[in-house]
């Protein structure tokens, strides 16, 4: 059977400790019953809501044992299991900010450059006629 695939709104709906969903390693696991007995404690889980919580889980060093908590959780497999929530998200918003700022300045670079290219040709024919 094919593994049931969890979207970002699914993600995001679970962010309570009353039902809590957490992304770790393109998965997604329901921790709510899990959040109370984390040794780790609660806040350090729920800071996760909604996003992918790979890097926390892994800086921490987590043992075997912790792992092997997971498949237990296990909702299912995360919509775009490529997309890094945080760094992918922000570098794909960077990139689309300094598209339009480019654009942006192309024009803020061309419009002064018209102007001063209309008063020259004014000033040229001003006062050749003159
Ligand atoms: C469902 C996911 C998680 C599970 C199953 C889990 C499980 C555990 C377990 C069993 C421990 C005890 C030490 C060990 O065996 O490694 C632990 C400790 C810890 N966890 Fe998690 N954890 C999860 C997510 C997180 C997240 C997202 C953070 C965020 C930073 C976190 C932070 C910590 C910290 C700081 C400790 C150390 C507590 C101490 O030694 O005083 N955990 N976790």
């Known amino acids: 059977m094919a593994a049931k695939t969890v979207t970002i709104d699914d993600l995001r709906a679970h962010n309570t400790k009353d039902s809590f969903y957490i992304l770790i390693h393109s998965k997604v696991y329901d921790v709510t019953k899990f959040i109370d007995e984390h040794p780790g404690g609660d806040e350090v889980i729920l800071a996760e809501a909604g996003q992918d919580a790979t890097e926390a889980f892994e800086d921490v060093g987590h043992s075997d044992e912790a792992r092997a908590l997971l498949p237990d959780m296990l909702v299912g ?54």
């Open 77 to 130: 497999d995360f919509e775009g299991s490529d997309i890094k929530l945080k760094s992918g998200a922000s570098a794909a918003q960077a990139s689309r900010v300094s598209g339009a700022v480019e654009q942006g300045s192309n024009l803020m670079y061309f419009v002064p450059l018209g102007l001063l290219g209309a008063y020259f040709a004014w000033r040229f024919y001003t006062t050749g006629s003159a």
